[in-house]
């Protein structure tokens, strides 16, 4: 298993388990607007569109939310492991990179703080761990202005300066924890 797959993994898993115990699909999310389901189909909805846009395809699951995330899940999984297509050179506005970094590096963290999201919705008390705190935080920083465009991130929120520090990393995304 390579590092990239392992990295993958390490996202994918913790998100499957929330998924997992869900309840109500139409509760509301922290994203204004959303529910429970909106949330998990804007990210797969995301990867679908990624993957597309390189040739590849992720088949639409079917059953309920947490149903379809499990064949998604499956396909990406296999998709991350093909090797020559992961490391396949791509530009970016931040710079040259490859399909498989961009997955960890955009989509990866994506995958933290949607997980958030589906947890918040189910009333869970869902806490990031500092590794994943940092990532957000490294990925925010790396983005600059652009994490505020349009479908991104909301603006960010002000917070207490005694806030815990996942509610000041998830204030950066526009979320209030």
């Given at each position: 298993m390579s590092e990239l797959s392992e990295s993958?993994?390490?996202?994918?898993?913790?998100?499957?388990d929330v998924v997992?115990?869900?309840?109500?699909w139409n509760a509301a999310s922290p994203c204004e607007g959303w529910s429970a389901a909106d949330v998990l189909d804007h990210l797969m909805q995301t990867h679908r569109d990624f993957m597309a846009r390189h040739g590849r395809e992720i088949p639409l699951g079917s059953g309920n939310p947490a149903e379809q995330w499990k064949a998604h899940a499956a396909a990406l999984a296999e998709i991350v492991r093909d090797e020559a297509f992961v490391s396949t050179p791509m530009e970016t506005?931040?710079?040259d990179s490859t399909i498989g970094q961009v997955l960890i590096d955009f989509y990866g963290m994506d995958l933290i703080v949607h997980r958030w999201d589906i947890a918040t919705s189910q009333g869970?008390?869902?806490q990031l761990s500092g590794e994943e705190?940092?990532?957000?935080?490294?990925?925010?920083?790396?983005?600059?202005?652009?994490?505020y465009a349009p479908g991104i991130f909301g603006d960010p929120v002000?917070?207490?300066e005694d806030a815990s520090r996942q509610?000041?990393?998830l204030a950066r995304t526009g979320r209030q924890a």
């Open positions: 993958w993994d390490r996202h994918t898993e913790p998100l499957t997992g115990s869900v309840t109500d506005p931040f710079g869970m008390d869902h705190m940092a990532e957000v935080d490294v990925a925010v920083d790396g983005y600059g202005r652009a994490a002000d917070v207490p509610a000041k990393v």
